[in-house]
């Protein structure tokens, strides 16, 4: 029976190992520890590991300097204080790359799984005053187990633990032949998303665990300070058979969202080949409301993580652009095509073409009101009338009953041009000016109080004197009982005093308008009759 390997990972956080230098995007990339003769964090979060008698060596691509060696008794990197992962999280993928030393059968008591060892090289746990306690209750340790023999089973196990519901916990695990793994290299990829879990060894998926297996990830308890541990345990723990990580480890990454299954196999590298990657390009054509001629375009490809190495457009006018979303502004109606080319870093080439139709090339006009003049008098007042919109704003807002109705009342004082903006439902705006001409009325009006008919060719007549056409004119002359002697609508003609039988003094009353716009103006007086 062959060698056998014990792989332990406490509650729910996602594992996942790599080769460096492969093309995967850096987003959500938390902590990036590449051990290139250093352990600092290249991710740009500042998670800095703390190394003690770490010796940096070849990695597995024997590039000197690049890789950590633990020597599985006092060497090891702490990386403190991490918030960034100290909260619930709905994915999680955690990367590394490892060479295991020597796996050997340790005399302990491991409960629950015999007298063997298990190699700890990662904890993420509470740092705290009870050393032991934030071991056990980490919310991830990650073992390689030394080789033993359990039913049928080739155990190369990985446990995933919650106490923030008391002792209660969930494991896993898959088997793995001792000699696949011992002095090796191997990755190994643990992906958590929206309750899902999918571990897989090198470029294999050996576990699948569907949603409800696990809590979700991390239901964290505790308000100690979060860090990780890699190859490094309390002493009070090797009772229970645990022990210091011994080997290499190479390029540790944590992401807060989980990688694809295309990455997964990038980062194992040598060991799997990629899939051919099929990707379907998309594109969003999305119309303004209020320019019909403004056509906004996306590309709405579904890329997994992949980095694009080119993007075009292509449009059937002969325009082109490289931008994910753009906006253009079309000149000309008619039928319109659009090509988008896509090409990924295994230079994949997609393409996909669309249609859109332009059908008017200005803005939509929908406020019910054209641009006119007022010509009112000084002083009078005049309503506006706008219709079509659902709001409305005028402007100035300066000798007007209200800014924000469609008919506000105006009094006129000065010549000014107002200017309603209009919103409809679409929040589309539309506009129409009013330009407001107050006239000055001075025109002036005279009427005689006496007058002699008796055609001597002076003050023969009598009636309305002005050196101004009037617009309108109501001239009548009453009698002493008010009946009329005289009428006229033209300011021109005169009364030539006939029907004077009844007297000699008369009222006359006279309405007249000086002009369009102005109000109506109302004079009245008496005249008499020298003979």
Not at 234 to 243: E, F, H, I, K
Not at 407 to 427: G, Q, R, W
Request: net charge positive.
């Amino acid at each position: 029976m062959p060698n056998k390997l014990l792989l332990t990972f406490s509650l729910m956080l996602s594992v996942c190992f790599f080769i460096k230098a492969q093309p995967i995007s850096k987003d959500s990339l938390v902590i990036h520890l590449s051990f290139d003769g250093h352990s600092i964090d290249s991710s740009g979060n500042g998670y800095n590991g703390l190394a003690n008698k770490i010796i940096y060596t070849a990695d597995r691509n024997n590039k000197p300097n690049s890789a950590a060696y633990f020597n599985g008794d006092d060497s090891y990197i702490t990386i403190p204080n991490i918030t960034k992962l100290d909260k619930k999280l709905s994915q999680f993928t955690l990367l590394v790359t490892l060479k295991p030393e020597n796996l050997d059968s340790v005399t302990g008591n491991l409960p629950g799984f015999g007298n063997r060892a298990a190699y700890e090289f990662l904890t993420l746990h509470r740092l705290g005053i009870n050393a032991l306690n934030d071991f056990f209750f980490s919310q991830i340790r990650a073992s390689i187990g030394s080789p033993f023999i359990w039913g049928s089973w080739q155990n190369f196990v990985s446990y995933i633990m919650t106490w923030c519901t008391g002792n209660v916990h969930t494991g896993s695990g898959y088997g793995k032949d001792t000699s696949l793994i011992s002095n090796k290299w191997f990755t190994f990829s643990l992906v958590y998303s929206g309750g899902s879990m999918k571990i897989y060894h090198n470029c294999e998926l050996v576990k699948d665990l569907k949603p409800g297996f696990y809590p979700s990830v991390m239901d964290l308890c505790g308000l100690d300070p979060l860090q990780i541990s890699l190859a490094k345990i309390p002493d009070s723990a090797r009772v229970y058979g645990y022990r210091p990580f011994k080997g290499i480890m190479d390029d540790l990454r944590i992401y807060t969202r989980a990688l694809s299954e295309y990455e997964i196999k990038i980062y194992a590298g040598d060991s799997c080949k990629p899939p051919p990657i099929k990707i379907i390009p998309k594109i969003n054509i999305v119309y303004d409301s209020c320019f019909p001629n403004k056509v906004t375009f996306l590309d709405a490809t579904d890329l997994k993580g992949l980095n694009i190495k080119s993007r075009i457009w292509h449009f059937s006018n002969g325009d082109t652009s490289n931008a994910i979303s753009f906006t253009k502004t079309f000149t000309q109606l008619g039928l319109y095509k659009v090509e988008l080319e896509i090409i990924i870093d295994t230079n994949t080439i997609e393409k996909v073409i669309d249609s859109f139709v332009i059908k008017s090339t200005t803005f939509k006009k929908f406020l019910l009101l054209k641009d006119y003049e007022v010509n009112i008098c000084t002083k009078s007042t005049a309503m506006f009338n706008a219709f079509g919109g659902k709001f409305y704003e005028w402007k100035p807002c300066i000798n007007l009953t209200d800014c924000s109705i469609p008919n506000p009342t105006v009094v006129a004082l000065n010549n000014e041009t107002y200017t309603v903006v209009s919103t409809d439902d679409n929040n589309c705006k539309d506009t129409a000016q009013v330009k407001l001409i107050v006239i000055k009325d001075d025109v002036k009006v005279f009427v005689p109080s006496a007058f002699s008919p008796n055609n001597d060719g002076l003050n023969d007549d009598f009636g309305v004197l002005s050196k101004n056409s009037l617009l309108e004119c109501d001239f009548s002359i009453y009698n002493i009982w008010g009946q009329i002697v005289f009428k006229t609508s033209n300011q021109f003609v005169k009364w030539n005093g006939n029907n004077t039988n009844n007297g000699n003094s008369f009222v006359w009353v006279l309405n007249y308008k000086s002009f369009a716009g102005c109000n109506t103006n109302s004079l009245k007086g008496t005249v008499t009759i020298i003979k």
